[in-house]
């Protein structure tokens, strides 16, 4: 299908926001792993067992070609996949920087705090982290979250079928972040596809120019307007952030500032938390003694979220570029060599968990590190914790009796950098 666009840069003919936000998410998700492998992890427990930290790209492991090797092609790679090694490298900023997201995200996102260090990036990030509070997910959950889940479930909740992953899962958390920023949500599809096209590493510089051109035009007159007319959303956040510097003295965000952060909240708040929504949904459904013991109880839903984070983190990897001669674990690495870091190893981690490969919903708690460690832990973790949680509640008490279509076999999770299900085919009564 093709659709028409007058956006501000004139008219524009692109194919079905829907059909382009498909293209382009399955280009990046094999760059990932998805659909390419099924299990890692038993693969991860061999290198905690023999080498935890292992010269080469994560996706050389599994012998495939991924996105993880070629930010910085002309430098030494290895990877570490015990939890221990993998917390002390991010703790040490000094370091292991993470200017390594640089060349993916600098040419279309800007300098943010993604990939700045101590003290440059707690400059920018305190300037905004008041709006990611505990406290202001209350809001956010009452003004954002369970209307966009009450949305999409009115599209379908008459069918008694559906594949929520792509109808629920992969739509809600885009609509979120689109209402909080208080941008227009009539093509969502439009914004996500873009975001995707702006952040992945596989993606062409010609593409990603394009997308970043698109969206800023987009962006920038609602920066001006939220500066003269200010609200609640992040964007007036943003526009009246001010950024303290090492010597006390404080200054406003200027335009280009408050762009970059727009640029990576609109990819972070969405491209994470729907893969997540549908690994906890095929988590349930494999399981129906234990769905229904969250249908029956409730207040379980948290320990739900927390083991589903830790047991199939969506994102699976980040990176940091070594700045001096160091070891890890005993191993030397040299300056300039790009250290991996595998998430979802760390988290399947034998001397951390018992059974770890299991989703135990009893186990004791214990701090995992889906959502990163020290300066750069997940701006956003309490929104994802949040939103996980709303969003499977929303289902639950909307679709009666909700469970997998017997129609339809078990999902297949696949994924390294990326975990995601292939579907989440469901079922549940109609009500008149």
Same mark, same amino acid.
């Given at each position: 299908?093709?659709?028409?666009?007058?956006?501000?840069?004139?008219?524009?003919?692109?194919?079905?926001?829907?059909?382009?936000?498909?293209?382009?998410?399955?280009?990046?998700?094999?760059?990932?792993?998805?659909?390419?492998?099924?299990?890692?992890?038993?693969?991860?427990?061999?290198?905690?067992?023999?080498?935890?930290?292992?010269?080469?790209?994560?996706?050389?492991?599994?012998?495939?070609?991924?996105?993880?090797?070629?930010?910085?092609?002309?430098?030494?790679?290895?990877?570490?996949?015990?939890?221990?090694?993998?917390?002390?490298?991010?703790?040490?900023?000094?370091?292991?920087?993470?200017?390594?997201?640089?060349?993916?995200?600098?040419?279309?996102?800007?300098?943010?705090?993604?990939?700045?260090?101590?003290?440059?990036?707690?400059?920018?990030?305190?300037?905004?982290?008041?709006?990611?509070?505990?406290?202001?997910?209350?809001?956010?959950?009452?003004?954002?979250?369970?209307?966009?889940?009450?949305?999409?479930?009115?599209?379908?909740?008459? =069918?008694?079928?559906?594949?929520?992953?792509?109808?629920?899962?992969? =739509?809600?958390?885009?609509?979120?972040?689109?209402?909080?920023?208080?941008?227009?949500?009539?093509?969502?599809?439009?914004?996500?596809?873009?975001?995707?096209?702006?952040?992945?590493?596989?993606?062409?510089?010609?593409?990603?120019?394009?997308?970043?051109?698109?969206?800023?035009?987009?962006?920038?007159?609602?920066?001006?307007?939220?500066?003269?007319?200010?609200?609640?959303?992040?964007?007036?956040?943003?526009?009246?952030?001010?950024?303290?510097?090492?010597?006390?003295?404080?200054?406003?965000?200027?335009?280009?500032?408050?762009?970059?952060?727009?640029?990576?909240?609109?990819?972070?708040?969405?491209?994470?938390?729907?893969?997540?929504?549908?690994?906890?949904?095929?988590?349930?459904?494999?399981?129906?003694?234990?769905?229904?013991?969250? =249908?029956?109880?409730?207040?379980?839903?948290?320990?739900?979220?927390?083991?589903?984070?830790?047991?199939?983190?969506?994102?699976?990897?980040?990176?940091?570029?070594?700045? =001096?001669?160091?070891?890890?674990?005993?191993?030397?690495?040299?300056?300039?060599?790009?250290?991996?870091?595998?998430?979802?190893?760390?988290?399947?981690?034998?001397?951390?968990?018992?059974?770890?490969?299991?989703?135990?919903?009893?186990?004791?708690?214990?701090?995992?590190?889906?959502?990163?460690?020290?300066?750069?832990?997940?701006?956003?973790?309490?929104?994802?914790?949040?939103?996980?949680?709303?969003?499977?509640?929303?289902?639950?008490?909307?679709?009666?009796?909700?469970?997998?279509?017997?129609?339809?076999?078990?999902?297949?999770?696949?994924?390294?950098?990326?975990?995601?299900?292939?579907?989440?085919?469901?079922?549940?009564?109609?009500?008149?």
């Amino acid at each position: 299908m093709i659709v028409v666009r007058r956006g501000p840069g004139g008219i524009c003919v692109s194919t079905s926001s829907d059909e382009a936000f498909a293209q382009v998410n399955a280009e990046r998700d094999r760059s990932m792993g998805i659909g390419v492998v099924d299990d890692p992890y038993p693969a991860y427990h061999e290198m905690q067992a023999t080498c935890p930290v292992r010269p080469g790209t994560l996706s050389g492991l599994f012998g495939f070609e991924g996105t993880d090797g070629k930010l910085h092609e002309d430098r030494p790679h290895v990877t570490v996949y015990s939890y221990e090694l993998v917390e002390a490298v991010l703790k040490d900023t000094e370091t292991f920087s993470s200017a390594w997201y640089d060349p993916q995200l600098v040419p279309s996102i800007g300098r943010s705090i993604l990939h700045m260090d101590p003290p440059e990036h707690q400059q920018h990030r305190v300037a905004i982290q008041g709006a990611f509070s505990r406290r202001e997910m209350e809001w956010w959950e009452t003004e954002y979250v369970r209307p966009a889940c009450d949305h999409h479930i009115d599209q379908f909740v008459g =069918r008694g079928q559906a594949d929520l992953y792509s109808e629920y899962c992969v =739509r809600v958390p885009i609509r979120v972040i689109a209402l909080a920023l208080g941008l227009p949500t009539d093509d969502l599809a439009w914004f996500h596809a873009n975001a995707v096209k702006m952040t992945a590493g596989g993606t062409k510089p010609e593409d990603a120019a394009v997308a970043t051109q698109q969206i800023e035009q987009l962006l920038a007159p609602l920066v001006e307007q939220r500066r003269a007319r200010p609200g609640r959303d992040l964007i007036s956040v943003l526009a009246a952030a001010e950024i303290t510097d090492g010597d006390g003295a404080s200054r406003p965000l200027p335009d280009d500032e408050v762009l970059t952060f727009c640029k990576l909240l609109l990819p972070a708040g969405a491209n994470t938390t729907y893969r997540s929504l549908g690994l906890l949904l095929t988590e349930l459904f494999a399981d129906g003694a234990l769905l229904q013991r969250v =249908r029956d109880d409730r207040s379980l839903i948290p320990d739900c979220v927390e083991e589903l984070v830790r047991l199939e983190h969506s994102t699976s990897l980040v990176g940091r570029l070594c700045t =001096r001669d160091t070891e890890i674990g005993g191993v030397p690495v040299a300056a300039g060599t790009v250290v991996l870091l595998s998430l979802a190893a760390a988290n399947h981690d034998p001397t951390r968990w018992d059974a770890p490969d299991d989703f135990d919903l009893d186990r004791p708690l214990v701090p995992n590190i889906a959502f990163g460690w020290g300066f750069h832990r997940c701006l956003g973790v309490h929104l994802a914790r949040m939103e996980l949680r709303v969003a499977l509640n929303a289902l639950l008490d909307r679709l009666p009796d909700l469970g997998p279509d017997p129609a339809f076999g078990p999902a297949r999770i696949t994924g390294v950098m990326f975990r995601a299900p292939e579907h989440v085919r469901a079922r549940w009564r109609v009500t008149p």
